[in-house]
């Protein structure tokens, strides 16, 4: 039996409906090559502070629940912040996260930073997904 993804993204950003595919095949595509065993949510959002996000992502230990703040951020640093929590979701799975994760340096965050570069390359290399880097024109989400 498949566990429950979840995917919420929040109205007031407006994205565009093709953006919001990529969105949801790249988390599955995470979720697959991390791997993710459990169910899980990924909120994509507008407001910090109404999602307790400090910094551009939120993974909540043991609950398997992501938040990302997308206002004004490019797509692939949308998704770089994904891969980075779901990295994050993995670590807990596998008995890795034991007590509070170090907001820089340290094993947990650079290897979250490291696999979500890697995840975005990967990613990347099959026709149609280079679309997450968007046109020179630089839209914004």
């Avoid at 307790?52 to 398997?64: L, M």
């Avoid at 509070?100 to 149609?128: M, S, T």
Wanted: charged share 30%; hydrophobic share 35%; glycine share 8%.
């Amino acid at each position: 039996m498949e566990k429950s993804k979840k995917l919420f993204i929040s109205k007031n950003l407006n994205i565009d409906p093709k953006k919001t595919l990529l969105i949801g095949d790249f988390i599955t595509f995470c979720a697959k090559s991390l791997p993710i065993e459990n169910g899980f949510c990924v909120k994509v959002v507008d407001d910090r502070d109404k999602h307790e996000i400090g910094t551009t992502g939120a993974y909540r230990v043991g609950q398997n629940d992501i938040r990302v703040y997308a206002r004004r951020r490019a797509l692939v640093d949308v998704l770089r912040s994904i891969a980075h929590e779901m990295t994050h979701m993995m670590q807990d799975e596998q008995g890795m996260i034991t007590g509070p994760v170090q907001d820089a340096g340290g094993f947990h965050e650079d290897q979250a930073n490291a696999k979500a570069g890697e995840l975005i390359k990967l990613y990347a290399r099959k026709p149609g997904r280079r679309a997450i880097y968007e046109s020179v024109k630089r839209e914004i989400i």
